[in-house]
């Protein structure tokens, strides 16, 4: 019996489940670059590459190991375009009997692969993906009962389950969540260490030129490239974030600089994402870095809760809430996504530096993400489609399993509350507490409506205004409309009228 071990973009593990119980001398590996994953939405260039050159590598690191290697290139004449074409031509090429897989990362495609068996005539194992740690049915175990689900008491629960950072059944150090010491604003005279840079190689060069022809049309600048293209660069990046950033990254994990787009941050979704790190190594080297003195308990503790708490939560919701959550909007949003999202074209300079940044190297941070490129999404009512498609477009450690549930759930609270307790909006006072971007604005922050007023300011209160009949029950917020109820008549004229003026502007 020929075993077909079809291996994604995003599974670029040896230890992935799908090569578990493989037959090196029997079974072939297939890997596949098709144009239908490359052009569902319109990926960032820079994210095409980087994939391709992954995956590339990886098959190369397979087929040294002596694994049968049968790689499909993009530019084949005879490449199919999909997933499915290429599975049915392998299997008339190898005389296939059965296929093994590891459950996709995305709903749209794990839905095709559960019609294989019958349209292809042959047996379709699709297994578990054991590099996370919490299995879907694990999250829906817990998500059980809950009316609300609070990603802090499932991050508890990760932490007593793999004994990460614990005293016993205690947290070290006698917290569970450092966040609140997390929150420094960026002081002048930071020193920002160089972010790892990996040299292309002959593929990742040969790869690039690729993109440049085939994919020019697409959002983005492909040079520079530095990312990390195999298992053991992806390792050399995670020691450098621990001896370099890690001991900063607490105090200034949401900070922001202009002309600094990679902070403190540990750039390690990238890798994580398409399997060439693992959560529980990054988790246990920065747990090592803390009991070996050389990086504080609250930027450990905050690096070890995006994985264990947030990543591990983002994913078990998104398989708990599809296919239903890509369709929620609870505000109704209707407007559509502003040019300026591309091409960076506008006076809001706060924007401008995160849209850049993003063009340039497919990357912002999380609070550029969400509290400067979403809370504008969020407060001018830009319908969750077009919101959704953006992030996953343009960013390259993005798949729908991680910026649906981010965008729709943190993002624009389009499934009205159901991840977070509140919707994140603000004015420009956060925006300018922490960054320094308002400094180079041609809006005033200060100014809270007129033409000098930073849109933010008026924007904010209008969203409330506008959905006030869905947000003033929820406790969270009603102290913000008891404010709004104080202002003086002209005061919330001035920020109806600004709005107005603003929004109309957008079209």
């Not at 071990?5 to 599974?11: H, K």
């Not at 590996?29 to 260039?45: R, S």
């Not at 919701?317 to 929620?328: C, G, K, R, T, V």
């Not at 549930?405 to 609270?413: K, T």
């Amino acid at each position: 019996m020929t075993t077909l071990r079809l291996i994604l973009g995003d599974q670029l593990s040896t230890s992935i489940s799908s090569l578990n119980d493989c037959d090196k001398a029997k079974d072939i590996i297939l890997m596949c670059e098709v144009w239908q994953e490359a052009t569902y939405v319109k990926h960032h260039k820079k994210k095409i590459a980087f994939l391709l050159s992954a995956m590339r590598h990886f098959a190369e690191e397979l087929k040294h190991a002596g694994y049968q290697v049968c790689y499909r290139y993009l530019d084949d004449d005879s490449n199919t375009g999909s997933f499915r074409g290429e599975v049915e031509r392998t299997i008339e090429e190898y005389s296939i009997d059965q296929i093994v897989v590891t459950e996709p990362g995305e709903y749209r495609v794990l839905d095709d692969m559960e019609t294989w068996s019958k349209a292809l005539g042959v047996s379709v194992e699709i297994r578990a993906d054991s590099r996370f740690l919490c299995s879907a049915d694990d999250f829906t175990n817990w998500a059980r009962g809950r009316k609300q689900l609070r990603m802090e008491y499932f991050y508890r629960e990760m932490r007593k389950q793999y004994a990460v950072l614990m005293d016993g059944d205690q947290p070290i150090g006698g917290q569970w969540n450092y966040d609140a010491d997390n929150r420094k604003p960026p002081k002048s005279g930071l020193s920002v260490p160089p972010h790892y840079n990996n040299e292309p190689d002959v593929i990742s060069e040969t790869v690039i030129g690729l993109v440049a022809e085939r994919f020019d049309e697409h959002f983005g600048d492909i040079m520079p490239f530095y990312f990390a293209v195999t298992r053991q660069q992806a390792l050399q990046a995670l020691e450098h974030f621990i001896a370099e950033r890690l001991p900063t990254f607490g105090d200034y994990q949401d900070a922001m600089l202009e002309g600094e787009p990679w902070m403190y941050h540990s750039h390690l979704s990238f890798y994580l994402n398409c399997g060439l790190l693992l959560p529980l190594e990054c988790i246990a080297a920065a747990e090592e870095a803390y009991l070996d003195g050389d990086a504080p308990i609250n930027a450990v503790e905050g690096f070890i809760r995006q994985i264990l708490g947030w990543r591990e939560y983002i994913r078990g919701l998104y398989w708990l809430m599809m296919p239903d959550y890509a369709e929620l909007n609870f505000f109704n949003a209707t407007r559509p996504l502003p040019d300026f999202y591309w091409s960076a074209d506008t006076k809001m300079n706060c924007l401008k530096q995160c849209i850049t940044e993003t063009q340039q190297h497919a990357y912002a941070h999380h609070i550029q993400r969400l509290m400067v490129l979403g809370n504008f999404a969020l407060l001018t009512g830009i319908t969750p489609q077009e919101v959704n498609d953006w992030f996953l477009i343009v960013y390259a450690d993005a798949y729908e399993w991680v910026e649906l549930p981010n965008v729709s759930g943190m993002v624009l609270f389009s499934d009205g509350g159901y991840l977070a307790s509140k919707p994140y909006a603000a004015g420009g006072s956060y925006i300018n507490k922490m960054s320094n971007y308002c400094q180079g604005c041609q809006y005033k922050v200060t100014q809270k409506t007129g033409s000098d007023a930073c849109p933010f300011n008026y924007l904010y209160w209008d969203f409330l205004v506008r959905n006030r009949a869905q947000l003033q029950t929820n406790q969270r917020v009603s102290m913000m409309y008891r404010n709004y109820d104080r202002m003086k008549p002209e005061i919330k004229q001035a920020i109806a009228d600004d709005s107005q003026q603003f929004l109309a502007s957008l079209s």
